[in-house]
């Protein structure tokens, strides 16, 4: 068979092997209802209790602040939704490049009668603290503002909009601070207790978990409306019986995590900067993903008079799978909000690739992809001209 | 579970020397549709189809009105020749058809006697059977247009009894009016002609042209849906998807780009004209719409044509697109056909393409393209794919891979 080269880790990632032995001892050995009084219900209930402990150790909690949930989508709308259904504050604080499962749920309350702040981003896709100090007001109920972007790989100053918020607090504000770290989880440090975030989202799946697994990290003392009505699982903030499968290869992928943290984000940086260095050769290329303070995982670049979406096919002929900047509608390229947003034009947006990296891109990979961008960008601009 | 239904023929009754090979075609072809859902009897009943199935009532129903050449269908109660049997039997249907729409305040009672023998006639049958009705519901009016409720009885081997009417497509069965190619892009309009022209009773041979990496595996997806689409109606088809990413490329790169569409379209042509002997396909179907877009004037359809020898039938030429739409929509194809992957006719459309070309100029823009070879290399590597409406269990769910 060809060689494959995934490259579109910040969409999903492979589950590991340890991952998919932890689901399927979880669906065999251990498929008892956590809740029930017998043997098989203690087994499952220690699966899940290993997993909130390894969860909870990658963020520096304690495992009590671990809410499971079905991913990302869900831990975000718990968070917004779950804070707006118990707040007596009328006001949102968010910015233009959140994922859509933040954007969407903020959005619809802004339709049910919150006032919602969406702030600007520079062009480096940064949110000025400032700008968020500025923005709180006495009514502001949240503040949501994501780790890292999953289109560009900026990493957001959380710790000084916490330090900002705590301030804020500390003359009477009552503002929640909800962080989507999906993106972020294992490819930065992430420490919601010492910068001041109440509330953070995790998922599975970006870090060789399965899909349909996430948690919210909900700092003890944040109260949060639950989504769901039914029994007292996960506290009652999310009631239904637990996805012990889900949540033993949650548990999974969090250990790896923890496996030489230090050394594999700093690998993936490397690549990644390796990567960058050899695009910029190309003509006309502009590089979104900052050079300063980005992810290690995330390379995102536009090269003008290709469309994004021709390059990714051209790339997956030679066994490379990428994604774009843009989705296409009906005949109509809609360039993404991010790179709208961060200052680019419709036609340098919907030229963009991303590549996304993991823990276990190789060099040999990296450098197979480098000629393969290349080459393709020149082949298909040869066509258009 | 079982039901039995009466199918109403429309234009067959009106062959002549010819119509066994129709009836027994339409036969056939009812039998296959709905052979996987139960035992089934299909058989000719007085000018009518009867089919009785294990299967139940909405299932069957949703398969016959999709068959070629049935012109309605009733979903009907058959019992004894006699006026006891018909009346209550007809009673009873009515007090379900109440029960299900307690709006229902007048009915008629229609009676078509095919049988002579019956010894009432047709407005005797209708009167004894609307009186004992009307003793039954006396707030029924009896009421000869528009009726809210119509209880059909036909008298033939036994006494068919009906309230409701569903049409189906009309046309004649499949497989009676030779083979043909139907270009299918992806879009709204070449779903349509191909539905009409096999309504007509031609069987379809689907032909796609895939240009990887121009268009995504999605866009096949895509087409492979709308002749899943098509096969409900027509029964199992043999999609073809012909490689075109090449030529494409060639043209791209050769051809002045105010021509290329049209060139790109005459490419088409040559393929359809060497894959029709072949497949033993008499004829090419498009979905073009005059005016539609610059390769639809009549000035670039007669250089597209120039292209082969095979008549190229263009059932959509004189419509609207709202008419395509609506079709589209009716058919069922229209919910697929907006997806939004693009297919190869929207990527590399100039700017200002050529609406009034002459074949002399794109013979010779064409010069720098060796067609022949193109035309070879292109169907040595297009693949056949054998596409059979709904699936029991979506193929993806079992792949091992």
């Given amino acids: ?385 | 579970m079982s039901a039995t239904f009466l199918l109403r023929y429309g234009e067959i009754a009106l062959k002549g020397q010819n119509q066994r090979y129709f009836l027994d075609t339409l036969v056939r072809n009812v039998e296959r549709a709905v052979a996987d859902l139960g035992r089934a009897e299909v058989r000719l009943a007085f000018g009518r189809v009867l089919v009785r199935t294990d299967a139940g009532a909405d299932p069957a129903a949703e398969r016959l009105r999709k068959v070629f050449g049935v012109v309605s269908l009733s979903h009907v109660r058959d019992v004894d020749l006699n006026l006891g049997a018909i009346t209550t039997a007809a009673i009873e249907m009515a007090e379900e058809a109440i029960e299900s729409r307690p709006d229902i305040a007048s009915f008629k009672v229609d009676t078509r006697r095919a049988d002579k023998r019956f010894p009432l006639t047709s407005m005797e049958t209708s009167s004894q059977v609307g009186g004992a009705i009307h003793t039954r519901f006396p707030h029924l009016r009896a009421k000869m247009r528009k009726p809210d409720l119509l209880a059909r009885i036909e008298i033939r081997d036994r006494a068919y009894l009906s309230t409701e009417s569903i049409p189906g497509p009309g046309g004649l069965p499949s497989g009676t009016g030779g083979r043909a190619l139907a270009l299918i892009s992806g879009g709204i309009d070449s779903p349509v002609a191909a539905w009409l022209t096999a309504r007509r009773g031609a069987v379809i041979t689907p032909v796609h042209f895939h240009s990887f990496p121009f268009t995504s595996e999605r866009s096949k997806e895509k087409v492979m849906d709308l002749c899943r689409v098509l096969a409900d109606y027509a029964g199992p088809l043999e999609l073809w998807v012909i490689y075109f990413t090449d030529i494409q490329r060639m043209i791209q790169l050769r051809v002045p780009d105010a021509l290329r569409v049209l060139v790109m379209r005459r490419m088409m042509m040559r393929i359809c004209d060497r894959l029709a002997p072949r497949v033993g396909a008499l004829a090419i179907i498009t979905g073009e719409s005059l005016g539609q877009v610059a390769s639809q004037t009549l000035e670039s359809v007669s250089v597209i044509n120039a292209a082969t020898a095979l008549p190229v039938l263009r059932p959509l030429i004189g419509a609207d697109k709202t008419e395509i739409v609506a079709r589209a929509e009716a058919i069922g194809t229209y919910e697929i056909s907006i997806r939004p992957y693009e297919d190869c006719c929207s990527l590399f459309v100039p700017a200002h393409p050529r609406t009034l070309p002459t074949l002399d100029e794109v013979q010779r823009a064409e010069q720098g393209l060796d067609a022949v070879a193109l035309v070879d290399e292109s169907l040595a590597r297009s693949e056949c794919i054998r596409i059979s409406g709904r699936e029991a269990v979506p193929s993806a769910m079992n792949s091992s891979a």
Wanted: hydrophobic fraction near 40%; glycine fraction near 10%; charge should be neutral.
């Fill in chain 1, 1 to 385: 068979m060809k060689r494959e080269i995934y490259l579109d880790n910040a969409a999903t990632t492979k589950p590991h092997p340890a991952v998919v032995e932890a689901i399927t001892r979880a669906l065999t050995a251990n498929f008892g209802n956590p809740s029930s009084l017998h043997r098989k219900g203690l087994d499952a209930e220690r699966v899940v209790r290993a997993a909130r402990e390894a969860v909870a150790l990658t963020l520096e909690v304690t495992p009590e602040e671990i809410v499971f949930t079905s991913g990302g989508t869900e831990s975000n709308t718990l968070a917004i939704r779950g804070v707006a259904g118990v707040t007596k504050g009328r006001h949102i604080v968010t910015d233009k490049i959140e994922h859509s499962s933040v954007l969407t749920p903020i959005r619809r309350l802004a339709g049910e009668g919150f006032e919602v702040t969406e702030l600007p981003v520079d062009a480096a896709g940064r949110v000025s603290p400032e700008q968020v100090g500025n923005a709180l007001r006495p009514d502001t109920a949240l503040v949501s503002v994501m780790a890292i972007n999953n289109e560009i790989g900026t990493i957001q100053p959380i710790e000084e909009i916490g330090r900002t918020i705590k301030r804020h607090r500390a003359a009477g504000g009552a503002a929640v601070f909800h962080v989507d770290a999906v993106q972020a989880w294992g490819k930065i440090p992430l420490r919601p207790r010492a910068w001041g975030v109440d509330l953070m989202s995790v998922s599975a799946h970006k870090v060789h978990g399965p899909k349909g697994s996430g948690a919210l990290c909900v700092r003890k003392g944040v109260r949060l409306a639950p989504l769901l009505g039914g029994g007292d699982q996960e506290q009652g903030i999310r009631p239904g019986t637990e996805n012990v499968p889900g949540i033993a290869g949650l548990g999974a992928a969090a250990q790896l995590i923890g496996r030489d943290f230090d050394e594999a984000i700093r690998r993936m940086a490397e690549l990644r900067d390796r990567l960058r260095t050899a695009l910029a050769v190309v003509p006309d290329v502009r590089i979104n993903t900052p050079a300063q303070g980005a992810a290690p995982h995330i390379l995102n670049a536009s090269f003008p008079g290709v469309r994004g979406e021709t390059l990714l096919h051209r790339l997956e002929m030679d066994g490379i799978y990428t994604s774009t900047g843009s989705a296409c509608h009906s005949h109509r390229v809609e360039p993404s909000h991010v790179l709208l947003a961060i200052g680019l034009n419709p036609d340098l947006a919907t030229s963009s690739l991303r590549l996304g990296l993991s823990r276990f891109t190789t060099e040999d990979e990296i450098e197979i992809v480098e000629a393969a961008v290349i080459s393709a960008v020149a082949e298909l601009r040869a066509l258009v001209r």
